[in-house]
């Protein structure tokens, strides 16, 4: 997060997002709130004052116009999000009456604030530490049920709990080889470096844990990025607007008719799924089409998971084929996950089942009807199953790493570690192993605050008998 | 007794570690230098354990001699048992330790003291400062006569309004036997000073004739005694051993039933003690299932027949030290001389110290020493030095002089003085220094003679000699990357040291890097002054160690340099002294008290005080760019 500074401005922006929507949220945060309020609120009750942590219903005034008639929720500093006076404007909502409420506070004093400005003030202010203002920041970003959860977590600090007991699990380690240097003449039973080394390698462990938690956690906040594939009229349109349950892409009986690549994220039980629907690819030379199978190929390469749409009611055809030998090689190379769809199946069978290679490759099949939703409901288990496959696996009780920060820094320490791990095997004194360990609890300290020496010491003190 | 026309240039207050330093640098600097002590005949008095140096304390020791300060070649002089510690450790961490003489140690600084140009010893007690726009102009003494100078340095040790506590009976006393230095808290607190109070202890003293040797197991010094100082070329004296016993169940029945005596725990002691060095009935109530302590005893002089019980640190009723001690092994006829005691003194928080040591308060008035919170002498020793080459530097209006924590165990001293607060008696250890693996007492000299040299603190001759060594290891150290010597005979020494042989030539740098291999094992392999047998003196003893460490750890070093790169940009990120914490709004409020009450030099000391987060530092730094 970049830390930019501010003074007495008071900022204020539309807090919910753009779009039609039934209501919208007006944030003003700073010094000159109230001030701005009461020069364009008018309360139903004849109000003088707000009073924190109430809401007032009234007009909202343009000079002499009402604007909008409004809710207003007052928290009075500091007990606010960014401890600062904070009034929320609630709004009908529409991006027309929240811009105009917007410009009004804006022309009565407020600055635009800029993006993340109000969880940036929180921060800064003490209010939140790092970990958590990033959190914010995601959960404002966050797409789905899952993502919003693990922001709620980390939110709660279940990140700071867990790095904080790795740290002091390395505080630990660390004063076994600080009381061999600086206490060698106490009474005292040394650790032996057999035992330290079980301890170093658990503390790895746990790290590594994290650090793959990763995948996942990017997993749940980017989402998986999901291409349909298959020879043109199979109906892949068809299908994706069956799982969005909504009509977006075109579909016609012309084969061809998604010429470009399309996007749309879905949600399935709380994942987000980026898919991407893809011209059927086909002997073409048809300039467009040419484009568009040009860069299926190319999105195929960057899918996490493929969905292969074949056609119950037709023969497999050598481009079918192509297909299947095209994906199950970039499974094999990339571990791309497929699954397949014999789709149409509300019509006559013509396909040959047992000619398909997936079937002796135990790569799943789906039937489905886009046209009766028979088989959607499979699919959408299917694809949930296969997004936490393998690395993937998710507990909902795990704490998950989404920040690249975070992860870079647990790669920084866990790389220390292992050095520790190297020095302390070829039998070099403490203090050499020490210069690793103190540069591993460096990099959990960009995550939650840096250790000192006096933290060691009293870590020594507090468990050992030290003076003779 | 007192000219009241004349002006000292120096006035040092305190007799002890940092004030023989201190008196003595300022003196020879060429200032006109008084010290004031409240007896004359104890000073440099090893008031607790009768030893220099230690863990980390050896180090201190080391760098002080390479400035020029005194305590290594006393220590050299008068020392009865000397000893390496930590030697199977790397070299980062070895570290001198010395059973002094404690008679003639304090001698031997007295005839310094008494001898040297420029310097006036006078036994007075000092009550207060006199100041004019919150300048220095002298001191009152308890008389009431003044003297004026144009800096101070007070190291009081631990006499500004000392209380000594043995059981539940205490007196006023500066230590064992002598006044308490009364008025002058009093005088600094009312010019604005903030002090508290800290509480030390000491063990009882023994009557060798007491005590049966034949029950202890000895403890003797290195069998080759390794000097502190850079220019001791050998130790002379005779050497004596230590005596290693252990408390047993019964000591402990008995040390736990004078507790309702105790004036630890009973509440009558308000001072904080420090943690690392326990009293004995600490240890038992808060290691209650250790069932045995051990105890050294360590001869206090040739002279007399006292030993100090090490380990053993009480405030106890004098019966229950008597009755307790009798139950450990050897002791069973101990007569106690001097029973331990506990002492609390007023300190002054260092954080109202500029990085010189000089108040924040009044201009040329400098603190160091256990005035500071600090404990033990050598910590002293390097304070008074500190306090006494910026003190003269400023009279002289020239640059400070502040050494930094990748430079020095001083620097990293005075920086956690200044910068941490203080709640017990701070002592050095290896762990508070980051850079460690360069800080090595080995190379005391290659960092900080230059130093020494140019404030005319060193004899010409030891810096040329260092000058010398210096050379020598450069061109030693290309040497080796030169040398590649005969396949054959190099061969056979790797084959008898049990590392993997050659299959063609290599130089002599890479054999080094080998764990195994160290220079003595490859005499005679070429023809140069390294591998010259007969070349044995202690410049190319101290040569070949030099070139052994700079080899062998060259990746670490290298780290540890990189790590001083990196941290430097936060070091040299200078603060304006004049800052208005209160103004920046963003600063957490318990950041703003404690960068105010700290004023740190530099982002870098900003980011060590306890309390703050790197938050602050953040609002910090955008508040200085503006």
Known sequence: ?468 | MIDSNKIYDVIVVGAGHAGCEAALAAARMGMKTVLFTINMSTVAKMSCNPAIGGLAKGHLVREIDALGGVMGTIIDETGIQFRMLNKSKGPAVWSPRAQADKIEYSERMLHLLETQKNLELKQAMVTGVTIENDKITGVKLFTGSEVRGKSVILTAGTFLNGLIHIGLFSYSAGRDGEFAAKGLTENLVSLGFKSERLKTGTPPRLDGNSIDFDKMTVQPGDAKPQPFSYQTKAINRKQVPCYLTNTVEQTHKILLSGLNRSPLYSGKIIGTGPRYCPSIETKLVRFADKTSHQLYLEPESLRNNEYYVNGYSTSLPEDIQWKAIRTIPGLEKAEITRPGYAIEYDFFPPSQLRPTLETKYIENLYFAGQINGTSGYEEAAAQGLMAAINAVLKLHQQEPFILARSQAYIGVLIDDLITKEITEPYRMFTSLAEYRLLLRQDNADMRLMDYGNSFGLLDKEVYEQFCEKRKLIKDYYEDLQQIRPDLNAMNQILEGQNTSQLKEKENLYKILKRPEITLDKLNGIAEHPLFESNNDNRLMDQVRQQLEIEIKYEGYLARQNQQIERFSKMENHIIPEKIDYSKIKSLSSEAKEKFDQVRPRSIGQASRIAGVSPADISVLLIYLKK
């Open chain 1, 1 to 468: 997060m970049v830390i930019t500074p501010h003074n007495d401005d008071t900022i204020a922006a539309i807090a919910t997002p753009i779009g039609t929507g039934g209501l919208a949220i007006i944030r003003i945060s700073g010094s000159k709130t109230l001030e701005i309020v009461d020069k364009i609120f008018k309360s139903k009750h004849d109000t003088d004052e707000l009073k924190s942590w109430h809401i007032y219903l009234g007009n909202l005034f343009d000079k002499k116009d009402i604007i909008d008639e409004v809710t207003v929720s007052f928290y009075r500093s500091p007990r606010s999000y960014t401890t600062e006076d904070i009034v929320e404007i609630g709004c009908h909502g529409g991006i027309f009456v929240a811009r105009r409420i917007l410009d009004v506070i804006l022309e009565n004093g407020a600055r635009l604030a800029e993006p993340g400005e109000f969880t940036k003030r929180a921060f800064i202010n003490g209010r939140i530490d790092l970990s958590q203002a990033e959190a914010v920041a995601d959960l404002i970003h966050s797409k789905t049920e899952i993502s919003r959860n693990i922001s709620l977590k980390h939110m709660e600090g279940q990140l700071y709990e867990k790095i904080e007991r790795i740290r002091n699990e390395l505080i630990d380690i660390l004063s076994l080889l600080e009381i061999e240097l600086d206490f060698s003449e106490e009474d005292i039973e040394f650790v032996e470096r057999e035992n330290f080394i079980i301890k170093l390698n658990h503390t790895i462990e746990e790290i590594e844990h994290l650090i793959n938690s990763y995948s996942t956690g990017k997993i749940i906040k980017e989402g998986i990025n999901l291409i349909i594939i298959g020879k043109r009229n199979v109906g892949k349109s068809s299908l994706l607007n069956a799982l969005l349950r909504e009509d977006r892409a075109i579909v016609t009986e012309i084969p061809g008719t998604t010429r470009d690549v399309l996007e749309e994220q879905l949600d399935i039980k709380g994942i987000l799924f980026n898919v991407i629907d893809t011209a059927g690819i086909a002997e073409t030379d048809d300039p467009v089409e040419k484009e568009g199978i040009k860069r299926t190929h190319g999105k195929i390469e960057r899918a996490n998971i493929v969905i292969h749409v074949l056609d119950f009611s037709n023969t497999l055809t050598k481009e079918d084929q192509s297909i299947i030998s095209k994906v199950e090689s970039l499974s094999n190379q990339k571990g791309l996950k497929i699954i397949s769809v014999i789709n149409k199946i509300d019509l006559d069978k013509k396909i040959e089942i047992e000619k398909i290679s997936y079937f002796e490759n135990n790569i799943p099949i789906v039937r489905t009807s886009a046209k009766t939703f028979a088989g959607i409901d499979d699919l959408e288990d299917m694809l949930y199953q296969k997004a936490f496959e393998g690395e993937n696996k998710y507990n909902t009780s795990d704490v998950i790493i989404t920040k690249k920060r975070h992860v870079e820094a647990l790669k920084k320490c866990s790389g220390s570690l292992k050095r520790a791990l190297k020095t302390s095997q070829t039998g070099l004194s403490s203090e050499f192993i020490s210069v690793d360990l103190r540069e591993a609890l460096d990099s959990l300290g960009e995550i939650i605050g840096i250790v000192t020496n006096e933290d060691i010491l009293k870590n020594i003190f507090e468990k050992f008998c030290i003076g003779k």
